[in-house]
Structure formats: structure tokens, C-alpha cells
């Protein structure tokens, strides 16, 4: 893990947020942000809360990785993220594209939300994005059946065992239940940490011309 650049996370945390200073597109704002964590090494500065609508509109959340596509070619991507289409998060997204999702950086105490409806992205891409995971993880990738239910701790291993055997010595492909989503939000709200709780907050809202709207909100 990278050691943290203190001087550069006191930096971010006294930058102003406010209509009048931040990007007129949202995605162009979070980038910014986001590159500014990676570049203070933040711990996971790429884990987000994914939450969706389970069975009766029943809230459910779990935390999920967001990945730049830039290097793949992608760079339109809004909110991309990686999963098994077959898990939990993929059939509510199935029943009901709507989401939600949180990024919180602490330090420097920042936090952006995202609303909007969940997509699949192109296959290629996923085929692209696989490629480039570690071995194991590939192979992983096919040996869990995400969100369902398994005898053992074995059990799993097993399968692990078998698929390395199966694909010893050649390239593992992308498991066709397995691959990416992007979430294209109307909202998209940044929040950020100032003293005696009198925080930042600008959210923007997509209007129907495709123009973004900014305001501040109370924290």
C-alpha cells in the first residue's frame, strides 16, 4: 500500500466546493476528485457502496470497485463496475435497472453519491477488463457461484483446483456469466467535510435538454 501524501490530502480537504468553482460535468468533477485520492494514496480510494432493490423494493447494498476504463478505450464510462450476472445485485439490477451509489474518502473527509439506471456494458470491454485481472482471479471468477448457496470452504476450493488443471498452461477466457455494468446517473451529489457541520454540499440534476443543473444544498 502506498504511504499516504498528508500535504496533499490538507490540500483537498481546505479546496473550495461550490457552484461557482466546481466542473459544469459532474463526471469531469469526480474524475478530478478521484484522481486527486489515488494520487494521495487513499486506501481504496476505487470501493463504492452499490446499493439496488431486492425483492419487494427492499433496500440492499454492498460494496463493489470502481474501474477506469480510460486505458481501455472507455472513456465515456460513466460509473463502471465488474460482477458475476448471475449474483444477487444482478437479478434485483434485472428486475429494476434503478441505483444508487456512495464514494467516502476519509481523510480528507469527501463523499460523493450517484443516482441513476444501471447498464451492461459492451462485451468487449468485459472481455478487455478480464484480461487484464491477475490469474487467480480469473479463475476465480468461474469457480464461485456468486450469492448461492455451497456446501464447503472444499467445496469451493475444489472447483478452484480444476479449473487451474482445465486452463493449465493456456489463457482463461471470460466466464459468459460474468462481466461489466455502468451506472449512468441524473443525479450526482459531492460532499465535503467543513468544520462546526456546516458542510459543503453542490448536487447536479440532469434536465431533460441533457444540460446538468447546480445547486448547493444545506448540509
Known amino acids: 500500500m502506498n504511504e499516504m501524501d498528508e500535504n496533499l490530502i490538507r490540500e483537498m480537504a481546505a479546496e473550495a466546493l461550490d457552484v461557482a468553482s466546481v466542473d459544469g460535468d459532474p463526471i469531469a468533477q469526480f474524475r478530478r476528485w478521484y484522481a486527486q485520492a489515488r494520487s494521495a494514496g487513499i486506501p481504496r480510494e476505487d470501493a463504492m457502496t452499490l446499493a439496488t432493490l431486492g425483492p419487494g423494493g427492499a433496500p440492499a447494498a454492498r460494496i463493489v470497485l470502481y474501474k477506469d476504463l480510460a486505458d481501455l478505450g472507455y472513456a465515456e464510462a460513466d460509473f463502471p463496475f465488474f460482477t458475476n450476472y448471475e449474483s444477487d ?9 434503478r441505483a444508487a451509489l456512495v464514494f467516502h474518502w476519509k481523510p480528507p473527509a469527501r463523499q460523493v453519491r450517484a443516482e441513476g439506471a444501471v447498464e451492461f456494458l459492451p462485451a468487449g470491454i468485459s472481455d478487455a477488463y478480464f484480461a487484464t485481472r491477475p490469474r487467480g482471479s480469473q479463475i476465480g471468477a468461474w469457480a464461485s457461484p456468486q450469492s448461492r448457496v455451497v456446501p464447503s470452504r472444499e467445496y469451493l476450493e475444489e472447483q478452484e483446483r480444476a ?57
Open 89 to 97: 445485485k444482478a437479478e434485483q439490477l434485472a428486475r429494476d435497472a
Open 163 to 219: 479449473l487451474e488443471a482445465e486452463y493449465a498452461g493456456r489463457e482463461v477466457p471470460r466466464p459468459p456469466h460474468w462481466g461489466g455494468y455502468v451506472l449512468k446517473p441524473h443525479c450526482i451529489e459531492f460532499w465535503q467535510h467543513r468544520d462546526s457541520r456546516l458542510h459543503d454540499r453542490v448536487r447536479y440534476t440532469l434536465e431533460a435538454g441533457g444540460e446538468w443543473r447546480v445547486e448547493r444544498l444545506g448540509p
